[in-house]
């Protein structure tokens, strides 16, 4: 546990005084006044290792040179880092350090911005080594990272971060001595996380990167800071650029809210912008064919369509969908362009594939649409519980913020995953958890009703809550006490004792987060498991408490903004209730124009309502319905009645090409605008190229739509829409580093103790359906993978050489089962279809469960069934009873 | 008959002695735990080693009493204790001849420090390649086991003493304790820079001690016969009690040979180790260990105790004494040992990693004839860059065996470098290093 | 005024010193008109004409492809793409190479900043063409100027590092090429 002190000790450095935070060290001390002190094997994040001696210094009354990065500051400490004896240290290291160091700067990727490079300049080293440098034999290293051994000053920063941020410990230091070099642990190709990780902390060229290997020089790209496309964690990224052509991308180290930790998407996934297969020219269907056409003939097709539809059918005949992949900006004016220019509520985003859950569940017990806690919380948290997360590879980041808490604030984690601990090729959450339990996604409800059961028959409701809605206690109370301990372990298969251990554990924290995945968030019932959760910090009296909260993992980048931006049917920006007189009003005052009364459909009911031929018309900005719905909503036969299909893409995907007309749009590399991250910080994004071919920002043309149909929303850039979102939403502006969480608001907690609770208590306090296992079949799960996410990156060429393909993931208990290895092909079915695939077998997949990474899942869901929530319009479509067979 | 009473091979001296647990209670084993467990407050023991004392066999003489002293009083939770008995230094073999021979008296020894410092456990981490020496003292374990001086209630006092024992992998650096820490913990051996020290922050964090084998086994005779009798034998009042010194080199006996602390050099090798082999005059001798820089015939009058040495420009360091005869090439037996170094250096920091091949291979140069002038300039400022830069102790080491060579035989060096001149010998055919 | 300059205003002596080379010249028997290109002039040692690319004696490209005289050229001539040398995994050459002569001030710096001597300054100037976009050589070019310009080439040494083996720096220890 982090203990924020605020003591400080005033030392000397260089005749400078300074004055730091206790357990400082000097090598920080002296970066804070301004002292550069050179450095190899130190860095920030990772341990003192104090291994390349280069940060040596004079402390006063100390008789030999010490390290700086491993000696803590103390009171009255007087160090000098530029006297005679320390610069003839720091360069005979130097000399030790070049003496096996290849002088290949001319052909090093590294060369430009090498420390050894720079510290060599600074020390005119020369080098009186005459002898015969080492060699190491080339090695194939991996696909994506290339290692040469011969560079490698053996700082271990590499290893060490491997280890200890990234808790991968795929590599490993072979060798003795001078022979030392880097390997991948075990006698195989690297197969890791691949986090570029060791690339970007590598302090010379021993590990770059073969995506961009010998393209550039430091000093010819260009660079542009902007925010990972990928997940909802909001990691910023620098992309680097050279001509319009994507180079590389690195993150700078206390840049963003990833601190400079990436994931393989986001290290090596920027290629998808630029893939060939990027739609750059308008398209419009013409006898059955899509051809290419101008933008005038495109945007004058659409109008002329839209018009007429308008005319005949009304504006309900209008529906929109809206990927939370685009920014704030392109939402906000999306569902402004819907609900004024066309006059409908008909619209949705990806954020009702699950986000929506935890965001109406928040809404409702606490008031907020967004986090009451911050990525700082999370690090400095005493107890973290994580429930449905497999946060390594669909939240690496926030992931990585765990794992600080766990390894270096020995914070106590709590896991409820579908998960075994097991040693792999990537990091396994539950290795570090205290207490875990391993449940079936379909059975996370029962696991939280027994953390809840546990947590009221224990005795541990806080006395403030007991007291203030007794109501609302003892009709929990009573709810739980219908559910035997006994089915419990019969559904989840884990005792009361341990759900007893746990609830214990959580009551005891001082700051608590609990984390909702999505696992959690799009399983069948994902809103009552989001309400029992926050009913569970809600009891513990942990709701209110600073540096406690609920945190629902969001999957896309700007699922959070898109519910802020209020681009799905039932929320006004601001997550404002469309169904609420003053919200309307107010909206109405701002954009000067009344807006529609009926009620919106949700995705799944513009789906419904087009396959019934109420909606004639569909603009769909970067969704694939029928790429993502399961083939059991017909997504694809309701789409091709449609009299009008407008689609801006990127790619040609499953729904543009039934599309009437395809419109070119930018991808976030190309325009600027701001993402909300899942903790609900809005972080700018900034075009590093221009955009490809013909196409343009999705906010233009929405523009460009609403002039050519005669009401127009006009904007200049980007900027202009985020000044006009921040004068409608009130409160909202918080852009800047450090975002500054929300507070539970205490009069919608009194709302829902005394009344909200009670309509769907029954219905929330019921065990979910016990699946029955039958002989020969798996419970299939849709999982994320971590070097994936959604289609988008499919098209990126890094990560498609790690994983190219789906493949169905099992236990080795399961696949001995069916006689199934790894690499076999397997044939899943059920009375829905059937799916051809090849096995991997995994120790952490959970027996009688097998996963299926959802990016490439497209032909598999077919055998999923969709269960749509009553409430929050949420289907759900992760889990599906398949017999496995071995495919010849 | 031995001049000076044995203390620690005494036993192992008994024609017949086998080491077997009923030999050494026979030889009085065990009466010094007997007298102890339970009955004197551990606080009391770790006094009576002060007041004794003992300084560390293993190299650097720390003394033992007040090693024990740092760890934190008031800490809750499990402390370790660790015996080193990685004795890999060329020309040391003392540890190994204790543990093989008289194993019962190094468990004692361990059973004694663990009662004085509280620590449940205790792990032998012994050299890998002492193969009969690990199965003795397994063995010796497990009769100690069954006769109740080992294990969780010992002697029925409801102490717990439990001891393993670890074998390495094969590093002369773990020998160094922090590495031996870590090889213990799994990991792969490599130093520790300090602080903290292992006394606070040792084996998994805890509070820890690191002792060598013979330090280990001179506790029962301290707590037996009293600190004041072994605060009388050796030279009062820094260097008390006897050593083990493993003679070896060009002499008539080589061998162990325990002596008081104090005598001289002359004596130990004239008297006890029988004399130069071929009776030519002793030219060179390394006093203690490989890591110990060379002493010249000049020294031979220096006492053999802590003090002594360190002011003759040495170390006494683990008690290994090599000798050496005149007509033997120092910069070759300088370059035998640096040859040892650059095997052996871990790689952790880059002074000695970088520094020991560096060095190493202008060495060979100079050997074969190959050298320049200003190479012998290159080499002073190596070792002087290396040293006191480096992680841990083995970068004053890997240096001692030039700097001293380089003091006393630099003729030696001059004379091959003048040859290579002369014979025009300077182009060299690279050697690569293959991996 | 001294008479000294007196005398030599009015004299015009000025006009004289100035003049000295021009009479000098008026005398001279011998036209030094060149008739070029019938005849050409000697070109001193370190002339710096055409730019061109080389190769080692087995013929293989000596550039590595590191852009740094991309980077040292002054009026931006020079354009590199560099790729990995195909089937060899972690080498670098230059896979295209382009120079624009047009505006080339033959300063000579790509090729003092060349690590392994891949560049060479030609004793070529006659290089004027009809149309300029002629000057915009690629890599083929370049490297045939420097094969008809440079007939002796320079030995790819062996006995090396691996790692300096491309650029062609031997250590000192090493056997030096004789003089």
């Known amino acids: 546990m982090a203990n924020q002190t605020t003591e400080t000790v005033r030392l000397m450095i260089d005749g400078i005084s300074i004055s730091v935070p206790k357990g400082t060290l000097v090598i920080e001390a002296a970066r804070q006044a ?93 080098s009186r080594f005459a002898e015969t440098k080492r060699i190491f034999q080339k090695e194939y290293f991996s696909p994506l990272i290339e290692t040469q051994m011969n560079r490698c000053v053996q700082c271990l920063r590499c290893v060490r971060y491997c280890d200890e941020v990234m808790d991968v410990k795929a590599l490993a230091p072979i060798g003795r001595g001078t022979m030392t070099e880097i390997k991948s642990f075990g006698n195989h190709p690297l197969d890791c996380e691949f986090c570029g990780g060791c690339v970007q902390i590598c302090p010379v060229g021993a590990i770059t990167s073969r995506l961009s290997m010998y393209e550039y020089r430091p ?151 967004r986090w009451t806690v911050t990525f700082e919380d999370i690090v400095q948290a005493d107890v973290l519980l994580l429930v449905g997360t497999n946060i390594t590879e669909a939240n690496p980041i926030t992931g990585l913020k765990v794992k600080e808490a766990v ?68 009709a929990l109370s009573h709810a739980v006490r219908q559910i035997a301990w006994e089915d419990l372990a019969v559904s989840t298969g884990i005792s009361s004792d341990s759900f007893a251990q746990m609830a214990a554990s959580v009551v005891r924290g001082r700051r608590v987060v609990v984390l909702a995945g999505q696992i959690l968030l799009r399983s069948q019932g994902g809103y009552g498991m989001c309400l029992n959760l926050l009913d569970l910090l809600l009891l513990s009296g942990k709701l209110t408490s600073p540096g406690c909260g609920f945190a629902p993992l969001a999957e896309e980048n700007n699922d959070q903004g898109a519910v802020e931006m209020g681009a799905v049917a039932e929320l006004l920006p601001g997550a404002l209730d469309l169904t609420d007189q003053d919200s309307r009003d107010r909206m109405a005052r701002a954009w000067k124009e009344e807006l529609p009364l009926v009620p919106g459909g949700t995705l799944i009911e513009m789906v419904d309502r087009a396959s019934a031929g109420i909606i004639k018309s569909l603009f769909v900005v970067g969704e694939n319905p029928v ?262 | 008959m031995p001049k000076y009473e044995l203390i620690l091979l005494k036993n192992m001296m008994q024609p017949g002695y086998t080491g077997s647990l009923q030999e050494y209670e026979r030889a009085g084993g065990y009466q010094a735990l007997r007298k102890v467990v339970g009955k004197v407050p551990p606080t009391e023991v770790t006094m009576a080693v002060m007041k004794s004392g003992l300084r560390g066999r293993g190299g650097a003489g720390f003394p033992t009493g007040v090693k ?60 890998g390649e002492l193969v009969l020496a690990a199965k003795i003292l397994e063995q010796a374990i497990a009769e100690a086991q069954a006769a109740g001086y080992i294990g969780a209630n010992i002697l029925g006092t409801g102490i717990t003493a439990n001891v393993w024992v670890h074998r390495g992998a094969g590093a002369y650096i773990c020998g160094e304790e922090t590495a031996l820490l870590e090889s213990l913990e799994g990991k792969r051996g490599l130093p520790r820079f300090k602080p903290p020290f292992p006394a606070t922050n040792g084996l998994y964090n805890k509070p820890t001690v690191v002792n060598n084998v013979e330090t280990l086994a001179n506790l029962p005779h301290i707590i037996g016969r009293g600190p004041e009798w072994f605060a009388s034998i050796g030279s009062p009042p820094k260097s008390t009690g006897t050593r083990v010194f493993c003679v070896s080199g060009h002499v008539k006996r080589p061998g162990n040979y325990e002596v008081p602390m104090g005598v001289t050099f002359r004596e130990l090798i004239y008297e006890h180790a029988g004399g130069m082999r071929s009776d030519k005059p002793l030219k060179a001798f390394i006093p203690g260990g490989a890591s110990a820089p060379f002493l010249t015939s000049d020294h031979l009058d220096v006492k053999l105790d802590f003090e002594s040495v360190a002011a003759a420009g040495s170390m006494l360091g683990s008690g290994g004494v090599t000798v050496m005869e005149e007509g033997t090439p120092m910069v070759w037996a300088a370059l035998r040992l640096m040859e040892f170094f650059y095997h052996e250096s871990c790689g952790k920091c880059s002074p000695c990693r970088e520094g020991s091949s560096w060095l190493v291979q202008t060495m060979r140069r100079i050997v074969a004839k190959r050298g320049q002038m200003e190479d012998l300039e290159t080499l002073v400022d190596l070792c002087k860059n290396i040293e006191g830069r480096t992680v841990c102790a083995f970068g004053e080491a890997e240096v001692a065996p030039i700097m001293s060579t380089l003091k006393y035989w630099r003729s030696e060096y001059v004379t091959l470098i003048q040859e290579a001149e002369a014979a025009n010998l300077i182009r060299l055919e690279p050697t690569v290093a293959r991996h | 005024m001294t008479f000294k300059a007196w005398i030599r205003t009015i004299t015009f002596y000025e006009l004289v010193v100035g003049m000295k080379a021009t009479m000098s010249h008026l005398l001279h028997y011998k036209p030094i008109t060149m008739q070029y290109p019938h005849e050409k002039r000697a070109l001193p040692d370190n002339y710096r004409g055409m730019l061109s690319l080389l190769r080692y004696d087995d013929g293989t490209e000596k550039c590595v492809g590191c852009d740094l005289c991309e980077a040292a050229c002054p009026s931006r001539v020079i354009r590199v793409v560099s790729a990995e040398v195909p089937g060899e995994p972690t080498k670098r050459y230059s896979k295209e190479y382009y120079m624009d002569m047009t505006r080339c001030l033959f300063c000579g710096l790509c090729v003092d900043a060349c690590p392994v001597d891949a560049l060479g300054m030609t004793r070529e100037y006659e290089w004027s063409v009809y149309d300029k976009r002629q000057l915009h050589l690629n890599k083929e070019q370049l490297l045939a100027i420097g094969d008809r310009s440079f007939p002796v080439r320079e030995k790819q040494l062996e006995l090396q590092h691996p790692n300096v083996a491309f650029f062609n720096v031997a250590f000192k220890h090493l056997p030096q090429k004789p003089d």
Not at chain 1, 113 to 123: E, K, M, P
Not at chain 1, 279 to 298: D, S
Request: hydrophobic share 40%; net charge neutral; glycine share 8%.
């Open chain 1, 407 to 474: 390894k270096k604030q020995e914070a106590t984690l709590l896991t409820i995953e579908a998960l075994q601990p097991a040693v792999g090729t990537i990091s396994n959450i539950t290795n570090l958890s205290k207490q875990h339990l391993c449940v079936a996604p379909s059975q996370f409800g029962a696991a939280v009703l027994g953390l809840l059961k546990a947590v009221i028959e224990g005795d541990h409701v806080d006395p403030g809550i007991r007291q203030r809605a007794s109501d609302y206690v003892s």
């Open chain 1, 219 to 369: 000093w010819m790209l260009k660079r542009a800071d902007t925010i990972c496309t990928f997940c909802g964690d909001g990691c910023q990224i620098t992309v680097q650029t050279k001509d319009q052509e994507l180079i590389e991308v690195n993150s700078a180290h206390s840049g963003g809210r990833n601190n400079g930790d990436l994931c393989a998407r986001g290290y090596f996934g920027f290629h998808a912008a630029s893939h060939p297969d990027r739609v750059t020219h308008p398209l419009i269907r013409r006898n059955g064919t899509l051809v290419e056409a101008t933008w005038e003939e495109a945007l004058l097709f659409v109008a002329e369509q839209t018009n007429r539809i308008k005319q005949a059918h009304g504006p309900q005949a209008f529906g929109g969908l809206i990927s939370g992949r685009c920014t704030n900006e392109e939402l906000y004016l999306f569902q402004k362009f819907m609900r004024l220019t066309i006059g409908t509520n008909n619209l949705d985003s990806s954020a009702r594939y699950g986000h929506v859950n935890g965001v109406q569940a928040m809404r409702r017990v606490q008031g907020t649409h």
């Open chain 2, 68 to 127: 024990w002293g740092f760890l934190p009083k008031d800490y809750q939770g499990p402390r370790y204790l660790c015996c080193n008995a990685d004795e890999s230094e060329p020309g040391t073999f003392k540890d190994r001849q204790l543990m093989e021979r008289d194993p019962h008296q190094l468990l004692e020894g361990i059973v004694l420090a663990c009662y004085a410092i509280g620590a449940e456990s205790a792990y032998i981490y012994i050299r």
């Open chain 1, 627 to 888: 790429g993502s719905l399961p083939s059991q909503i017909r997504a694809k036969e309701a789409l091709s009645k449609l009299d009008l299909l407008v689609c801006q893409e990127l790619f040609l995907t499953e729904t543009a090409a039934l599309a009437h007309v395809v419109l070119p749009a930018a991808s976030a590399m190309e325009k600027a605008g701001t993402f909300t991250n899942t903790e609900g910080h809005a972080q700018a994004v900034r075009p590093a190229i221009d955009p490809v071919g013909d196409s343009r920002p999705d906010w233009e043309i929405l523009s460009a739509f609403s002039v050519f149909l005669g009401a127009p929303l006009e904007y200049g850039e980007a900027k202009e829409i985020l000044k006009e979102i921040r004068s409608v939403i009130p409160g909202y502006g918080s852009l800047g580093p450090s975002p500054i969480a929300p507070t539970a608001d205490p009069s919608a907690i009194d709302r829902y103790v005394t009344e909200g609770y009670r309509h769907d208590v029954a219905i929330r306090y019921t065990l979910p359906p016990r699946a029955v296992r039958q002989e020969g079949t798996v419970q299939l799960g849709l999982v994320q993978s971590l070097f994936h996410s959604g289609k988008f990156s499919t098209h990126s060429k890094g990560l498609l050489q790690i994983e190219p393909s789906a493949f169905l993931q099992m236990n080795p208990v399961d696949a001995a089962r069916f006689a199934l290895g790894s690499g076999d092909r397997v044939r899943l079915s059920n009375n829905r279809g059937q799916f051809i695939t090849t096995v991997k077998v995994l120790e952490r997949v959970p027996e009688g469960l097998a996963w299926l990474p959802d990016h490439f899942a497209q032909e598999a869901l077919r055998l999923f069934d969709c269960v749509i929530d009553p409430d929050t319009k949420v289907p759900s479509f992760r889990t599906a009873t398949v017999s496995v067979l071995k495919a010849t």
């Open chain 1, 34 to 126: 301004g002292v550069m002190i050179p450095h190899f094997c130190y860095h920030p994040k990772l341990k003192p290792d104090a291994n390349c001696r280069m940060c040596l210094v004079e402390i006063e009354r100390v008789r030999k040179l010490q390290t700086s990065c491993s000696t803590v500051a103390t009171e009255g400490m007087a160090v000098r880092t530029a006297t005679t004896v320390v610069n003839d240290a720091h360069k005979s290291v130097l000399e030790f350090i070049l003496a096996n160091h290849p002088l290949d700067c001319p052909v090093c990727d590294q060369g430009g911005r090498c420390d050894l490079q720079d510290f060599s300049h600074q020390y005119t080293a020369t």
